[in-house]
């Protein structure tokens, strides 16, 4: 089955700086790929999301780029506020007709101090 | 719109006895997923269901958990008997349909086994 490693597990930024977070994954036939913002006492929320038929997508402050040849893709965050703070995950998975199974990295703690 | 809903938020029950989560979808929504969120194996896709009709229960830990789909705005994941070791918060989650991509999440349930 599909394995998505994460890295790294805790992030600390300063207000205003980048963040990246990087996310492998086993599965070439892995086709999309999406990001969660987890807030304390709530569910996983959807950021972003790309496909395998495309390299790199944005969201104003937030961008996703995948390398489907080293089989890596990463989420980055500018300019960062004290709301970004949360805990992030990434996801893998094969989306057929018959199914999405995602498959979770293990989470990152963003941190982002004043 | 309303997004998710699942009840209890919070549950606490004795080992032994039944535990019931339920989750309505969001409206429209074909696809039903619950996850299981704990620190040591982060998220896992328990089971899924399609037009409610159970499609994977491969996550399913044992058989102690069973889950049921009777209409397109209910599920259930019951765990007979509990055991310490179900404490997680556990996710519902919904997409529009099996070949479409996004799930979004519900608050989830904490369940205690104490």
């Known amino acids: 089955g599909e394995n998505v490693e994460q890295h790294p597990s805790t992030l600390s930024v300063q207000e205003g700086d980048s963040a990246v977070i990087k996310c492998t994954y086993s599965?070439?036939?892995?086709?999309?790929f999406p990001w969660y913002k987890q807030e304390l006492g709530k569910g996983p929320q959807l950021i972003i999301d790309i496909r395998s038929n495309v390299g790199e997508k944005k969201d104003q402050r937030i961008a996703v780029t995948l390398n489907k040849t080293a089989k890596h893709f990463s989420l980055h965050i500018t300019e960062t506020q004290p709301e970004d703070s949360a805990v992030y995950f990434c996801?893998?998975?094969?989306?057929?007709?018959?199914?999405?199974?995602?498959?979770f990295g293990t989470g990152t703690q963003l941190k982002v101090e004043l | 719109d309303a997004g998710v809903i699942q009840s209890p938020r919070h549950e606490v029950t004795e080992m032994g006895q039944e535990v019931t989560l339920r989750c309505k979808p969001i409206s429209g929504h074909n696809s039903l997923f619950w996850y299981r969120q704990t620190m040591m194996r982060g998220l896992e896709l328990l089971i899924y269901f399609n037009n409610n009709v159970p499609i994977d229960d491969s996550g399913m830990p044992e058989d102690r958990f069973s889950a049921k789909m009777p209409n397109a705005s209910f599920s259930t994941l019951k765990i007979q008997p509990s055991e310490p070791r179900d404490s997680a918060v556990y996710f519902c989650?919904?997409?529009?349909?099996?070949?479409?991509?996004?799930?979004?999440f519900g608050p989830g349930t904490r369940l205690t086994v104490t």
């Open positions: 996801a893998a998975s094969r989306v057929t007709g018959g199914g999405n199974k995602l498959t």
């Open positions: 989650a919904s997409s529009p349909g099996l070949a479409v991509h996004e799930q979004y």
């Open positions: 599965d070439s036939a892995s086709n999309y």
